[in-house]
Each structure stands twice: as C-alpha cells, then as structure tokens.
C-alpha cells in the first residue's frame, strides 16, 4: 500500500527526479576525447547549456505534465456524466484552488490535533496511533496490504517500520558536515511547522528536542536501505496474541479492531528491532514528548496542502535542501502531484487512453523482446550457475510479463465524493479510501506492481515476475525520433539498456531469492552465490576507486548491484541490438550506441543532492554509471580506439565480464 499523504514527492524512476535542479555543470571549453571522458565527451552540447533538460527522464516528464494538465483542464470544463471524471475533476479543481486551500486554514487536522493536546496516558497514545491509520495518517509505522512472501497468490497484513519524517534512517546517523548541516534544516522545518501550529515561543526548542529524540530513537531501530532490498527482512507472519504479549503498549488487537479487522490473525512483522523500541517509546515516554511528535507529524503529513506558510516551510527542506531547487514550481505541477498520488490510476488510464501510440509501443516491444532473447542466450551458456538455477532463470523468461505502455486497471469502487473547495479534505479523503480499499484485500490475490500510463517509469517487479514501460517513456530520448541517424542504435542503447538494467535483477543476487511463483525462496545454490561472488567482486573495488565529490568516492559496496545491473544492461542491449540491426557492425552506428547509452544516465544534480545520493544512494553518481560500465565493455574501447592505460578503459585482464 502508498500511504498517500506522506509521499513528499512520487518517485519517477530509480536516480532520476522528475524535476531536478536545474544547477549548471561545469561544462570544459574544449570536449575531452572519448577515450579519456566519454561522458563529458557525449554530452557535451548539454553541459555546456544549463538550461536544458535535468536529464533525459526530466524532458519526458515535463511532456507527461503538460498533457495530464491538458487532460484535466478539459475534465474540468466538462466532467460529462461520467463519475470518474467528475471526481478527477473536482479533485483538479480543488487542487488548483490557492484561495480556498489559504482559507480552509489547517481545519481538516483540528479534531487532531485537539486529542493530540489532551493527551495524558499511553493507553490513550495506542488508540490515537490506531484512529489515525484507519483514517489514512500513519503514525509512528506503517500498516499494509501486500503479497505474501511464501504465498504469493495471497495478500497479507504487515506491520513495518516508518515513523522518520525524513526520507530514511541514515539521515539521522550520519554524523558527516552535510548530514550535520541538514539535520539543522530539519529542526528549522520541525519549529515552524509547530510555530504555524500555535506552539508558544517558550515551548518550542524543548517541543523540536522531543521530536527529535523520538524519531533518533526510532531511526537507530530501523532497518538500513541496503537491508530493506532483501525482502526476507521484512517477511514475518505471526500470530496477533503473539504480537499483543510482545508489543503491549502498541495494543495492536486494538489497532486491527480500529482497521475493521477484528477477525485477522496473523501479521508479518519482520522489523522487530523497531517495534521494540517503538513499544517502549510508547510505555516508557511521558505524554509531554508525545504531544510535539504527533503534532509536528500531522502537520508534516498534510504539509504541501495546507496555506502557503505551511507550503513553503515543506519546500524549504524537500525542495531546496533536498533536491537544490531555487524556489517553488507552480501551483499546478502541485496539483499534478497530489491528483496522480490520490486517483492516479484513473487518471492512467484516460491518458494512455489519449495519448498512447501503438507505433513506439510496437518498437519497445521488440527491443524488449529482444533483450529478453539475449538474456536467455547468456543465461544458458552461463557456466557459473548450476544447472538447477540455470532451469528457474529460465522459467523466470518464460513467464515473464511484458507490460508496454497500457495503464492497469484503476482499482474498484467508485472514487470518495470530493469536496470543490477543500483540498487538503480531499487528500485525506482518498488516503482513507486506498487504506480501506487495501485492508479490504487482505487474503486476495494481490494485483501487480501499478504501470500507470502518465508516469515516465520503468521497473522489473519480482513478485509478478513483471517488465513493465509506461507510455509516458516511449518517446524520443528514449526511442529515437523520426529521421535520426541509426534509430536502431539508439533505441537499444537507451530503452534497450534500461529495460535489461531491470530485466537483470529478474535473475541477479537480489532476484535469485524470489521464485517464478513471486514467493520468496532462493533458487541459487551456496556454490552459485559463491561463484557469483568470485565473479563479480572486483566491481565494489572499482568503484570504490571513483571520485564523485572531491574528496568523496563512491561506495562500492552499497551501489554494487545497480552497478551490476548497468554492466549486464549495457551487454545485454548491445548483443540485442547486434541480432537486429545489420548496420551493427559499422563504426557510426557503433559509437551512436554507445552515445545513446551515455545520454541515458545524464543528470544534472544540485550540489545537496549529490551529498545524499553518495550518502544513502543505491546508484553510482551519473558520470560513473556510464563510464563504469563501458570501461569493463571491449566493443566501447575497439569502437573509439581506446587504449588501456591512456584512457579511463580498464586494462583487458582487469575488466569484468558478467557472462561467459
């Protein structure tokens, strides 16, 4: 489940903001060769001007955006008699509505934060945690339906870690100048929201310390990013009187009762650590540190929808300490964001509907067909896993799902009735709506991963074994555009590489541990794992040896297996685009490949926002997942005339070779 009214910003696809910092880079006056910087070398036309897309992915956002906005402005002039429209565009309407948001104040969290002051016992703090989810504000964790681990056919109850406002643990605990220097600007967010709030002046450096503490206590207790990627870290069922003897504060039969599950008995509740420590926060703290937490939380949940005050205090931390960007965007890319989190399927749907092309659909599918094809060719030669994991990878292809540019189904049910002018109302209308509609489906098969049709997104989804484009990707850049010189080139050297970079974790360390069933049950042997390992280990080390800023290298270690997968991507797309394109073997159409693979992962990132990646990041920082990859990649270097040794290429002895 996405518990909607704490998703700061929908995440567009994996390292690639929808509406990065526009920061220019440093552009040098004359472009390097290929051989000593392919990246600056490819890109160069784009470094040198700031003012173009972010990213290749910015630039399909920014045409997404614009036709959701066309499509709902014409809802909104004219529902029909269509219910769905209707609520899209009342939904818009409101969304749009600064005055009326100004106006409503922060009344829709009043009733809240009134029980939030009268607070006093902890059995009182129980019943408020459980109240809260059922209405869509999921306090302290979070609380979800989804496939069973061991089951896959059947959706299960799960209690997992949350309660950080921040967007991870790490935040908390790095101890380095610019964690320190963020955490500062997060305890001048927390004190203004509880300013705006009515917090007195007295109050409020004791009310910012309790927030503080509680949320340090609480991210110590969680589970890293690089942990939460084994989803055997968050697979646990067990009985609810269990739980209740373990977790007595929390009163979770309480909590289910409140969820209208009264007669659930099992929950997986896998993030053990955290819910310690969360039941002893919840007995052992006085109600005086827990009445700023929740407020401050309440107000931080609804934050982007309450009067512009609040707004713009949200902005100054996620906007521009997070993601550097110099002030706030209209209030109608606002409204784009909270219409897709609300009724994003619906709204998926009428624009594939409207906007999809069978024409860059039909040739998505073939270079994804055709990677499929690759991956199954080097998986059968691939001597370094055994045969029994040779057989389940294939089985993996052989069920593969290729969803390419449709949008699923929007869920059933009518949309909640939405209000003209509440705005901030009708995000937690529809926050309650997917909380009930999730709950509701416990026991049911689950659906797959969401593709919604507006969305610039692509995944490989392992527990429905699912490949997945959106329409909004199936455009120039991604797809070359009419009259360009070798198209087959660079589609498969941009969506061909993106689609195998997915494609691989179907079959990588990470997938070997979910079966073609989508149950999670490793299918690799220890000698496989092992082998792997000997393969695959001098990847971390190089890596490791990257400078990203100044000082700072990458971290080998974390970003290992999406540096993997941008290696086995870039192979698999080019032995794709060998078996069909004739004109593979020519020089120009080499090196249009390889171009097309380089303007792939370009970014352009604010200075905060390259901190964070290399702080908590699973990804290499832009310029190293391209020149990583081709310095292990010997068509590159016979393409350009590199040499080893005068160039960032690898010598021949040291490259990694992820097949055969």
């Known amino acids: ?8 910003a929908a995440a567009l696809l994996a390292g690639a903001a ?8 440093d552009a040098p006056a004359t472009p390097p060769s290929a051989c000593t910087d392919f990246y600056a070398h490819a890109n160069a036309d784009w470094l040198a001007d700031p003012a173009a897309p972010s990213s290749p992915f910015a630039a399909l956002v920014a045409r997404s955006l614009d036709r959701q906005r066309t499509l709902l402005d014409e809802l909104a002039a004219d529902a029909g008699s269509d219910a769905t429209a209707r609520a899209l565009a009342t939904f818009w309407r409101a969304a749009n509505d600064e005055a009326a948001l100004d106006a409503a104040g922060i009344a829709v969290l009043q009733p809240w934060l009134t029980r939030v002051d009268g607070l006093r016992k902890s059995n009182e703090l129980a019943k408020l945690l459980a109240d809260g989810h059922a209405t869509g504000l999921p306090l302290l964790f979070r609380f979800e339906g989804g496939a069973d681990l061991r089951e896959p056919q059947r959706r299960i109850a799960y209690a997992l870690q949350g309660g950080l406002a921040l967007p991870d643990r790490d935040y908390y605990l790095r101890e380095d100048p610019a964690s320190t220097a963020l955490r500062t600007h997060y305890r001048a967010y927390v004190a203004r929201l509880l300013q705006l709030s009515g917090t007195p002046d007295a109050e409020r450096e004791r009310a910012v310390d309790a927030v503080l503490d509680i949320e340090t206590r609480l991210a110590r207790a969680s589970l890293s990013l690089v942990q939460l990627r084994d989803p055997n870290n968050s697979w646990r069922p067990t009985d609810v009187h269990e739980l209740d003897k373990r977790f007595q504060h929390l009163d979770l039969p309480g909590f289910l009762r409140a969820q209208g599950l009264r007669k659930l008995r099992t929950v997986s509740l896998a993030h053990t650590a955290f819910f ?3 039941d002893h926060l919840v007995g052992g703290l006085p109600a005086s540190q827990w009445r700023p937490y929740l407020r401050f939380h309440l107000l931080h949940a609804l934050a982007p929808h309450l009067p512009k005050p609040y707004r713009n205090a949200h902005f100054a931390l996620f906007g521009t300490q997070l993601r550097g960007l110099a002030e706030p965007l209209p209030r109608w890319h606002d409204a784009l964001k909270a219409t897709d989190l609300a009724v994003g399927e619906s709204l998926g749907q009428r624009y594939a509907a409207r906007w999809l092309d069978e024409a860059p659909a039909k040739r998505a599918r073939t270079v994804v067909e055709g990677v499929v094809a690759a991956l199954r060719q080097r998986l059968a030669a691939a001597e370094w896993l055994g045969e029994d994991a040779r057989a389940a990878a294939a089985a993996k292809l052989d069920r593969l799902d290729i969803a390419i540019g449709h949008a699923d189904p929007a869920p059933g049910g009518n949309l909640p009735a939405f209000a003209p002018d509440r705005h901030a109302a009708n995000v937690l209308a529809a926050a309650r709506w997917r909380q009930a509609g999730e709950l509701a489906q416990l026991g049911q098969a ?17 527990r429905s074994n699912r490949l997945a484009l959106s329409a909004a990707l199936l455009a120039p850049p991604l797809l070359a555009g009419a009259g360009t010189d070798h198209p087959l080139a660079r589609d498969y050297g941009a969506l061909g590489a993106l689609a195998a970079h997915e494609l691989w974790h179907a079959v990588d360390a990470q997938g070997a541990t979910v079966d ?6 490793t299918w690799w042997t220890a000698d496989d794992f092992r082998r792997f390992a000997e393969r695959t280990s001098s990847l971390s080390d190089q890596y490791a040896h990257y400078a990203a800023l100044a000082e700072v290298k990458v971290d080998g270690k974390r970003t290992f297996l999406e540096n993997l997968a941008d290696l086995a991507g870039l192979s698999l797309a080019y032995q794709a685009w060998q078996a069909a394109d004739p004109e593979s073997g020519e020089t120009a159409a080499q090196q249009a490949f390889f171009s097309a693979y380089a303007r792939l992962w370009r970014r352009r990132m604010a200075l905060s926002e390259q901190r964070i990646q290399l702080s908590t990041g699973v990804h290499a920082p832009p310029r190293w997942r391209v020149m990583g990859p081709l310095a292990n990649f010997t068509p590159f270097s016979e393409a350009y005339g590199c040499v080893a040794g005068a160039s ?3 010598p021949e002895g040291d490259r990694l070779h992820p097949w055969p």
């Not at 489940?1 to 700061?8: F, N, Q, S």
């Not at 073609?516 to 049950?521: H, Y």
């Open 648 to 650: 960032f290429v690898l």
């Open 446 to 462: 689950p659906d797959p991963a969401p593709l919604r049709g507006h969305a610039v997104n692509a995944y490989y989804d392992l």
């Open 276 to 278: 310690v420590e969360a």
């Open 18 to 25: 929808g509406a990065a910092a526009q920061t220019p880079a």
């Open 1 to 8: 489940m996405r518990y909607l009214v704490l998703t700061a």
């Open 516 to 521: 073609v069933d989508g149950a999670v049950q």
